[in-house]
Every structure is written in structure tokens, then in C-alpha cells.
């Protein structure tokens, strides 16, 4: 279950909020990525009688595998850009202490 970060509430905090808001979004995406490769894996891992259906069984388990390296890298993206707003929110705050 992804976390929302809300920084709405600190009007001065306009850019860091924005990049909070896209990291909760990639983070929402990663973990919608790997539910579809969970299905996928699910129906790769299914039983075929037919040698195409074994064939095909194989290709969807090596799809699983790219669409889970994927959802990986939106996660991984999803903490970078989470560790971005909070610099960036602290130098806000610092610019907004400077200007008092």
C-alpha cells in the first residue's frame, strides 16, 4: 500500500511537495507493474498439455521476469525522487528562514 505525501498544508513548500506527490505516483505505479507480473508468472506457471502451450507457458515467465525488473526500477526511481523532495523541502524551508 503506497503512502501519499502531503505537504500541502506549508504553502511555502510548493516544488518539494510536487516532487513528493510524483515519487507517491511512481510508487503507486511500481506496485501496480508488479501485480501484472505476478498474474503473469501465475499464468505462465500454469500446466499446458500442448508443446506450444509449454512454449508459450515459457515466454510468459520470461515477460514476468522483464515486467518485474521493471516495476524494480519504478520503485528504485520512486525512492530517489522521495529522497530529492526532502532535500529539496529542507532547502526551501531554509530559503523561506533566510528571508524572515
Not at 505525501?5 to 516532487?19: G, I, Q, Y
Not at 510524483?22 to 508468472?41: N, P, T
Amino acid at each position: 500500500m503506497t503512502t501519499v505525501a502531503d505537504w500541502s498544508c506549508e504553502p511555502w513548500a510548493v516544488d518539494s511537495s510536487t516532487a513528493a506527490a510524483l515519487s507517491s505516483h511512481l510508487l503507486r505505479q511500481a506496485e501496480l507493474v508488479e501485480e501484472i507480473a505476478s498474474r503473469l508468472a501465475g499464468g505462465g506457471a500454469l500446466e499446458w498439455d500442448s508443446p506450444a502451450g509449454r512454449n508459450f507457458g515459457e515466454y510468459v515467465l520470461a515477460q514476468a521476469v522483464g515486467v518485474r525488473r521493471a516495476g524494480g526500477l519504478l520503485r528504485e526511481a520512486a525512492a530517489q525522487v522521495g529522497s530529492f523532495a526532502l532535500e529539496l523541502r529542507s532547502l526551501e524551508y531554509n530559503a523561506l528562514r533566510e528571508q524572515l
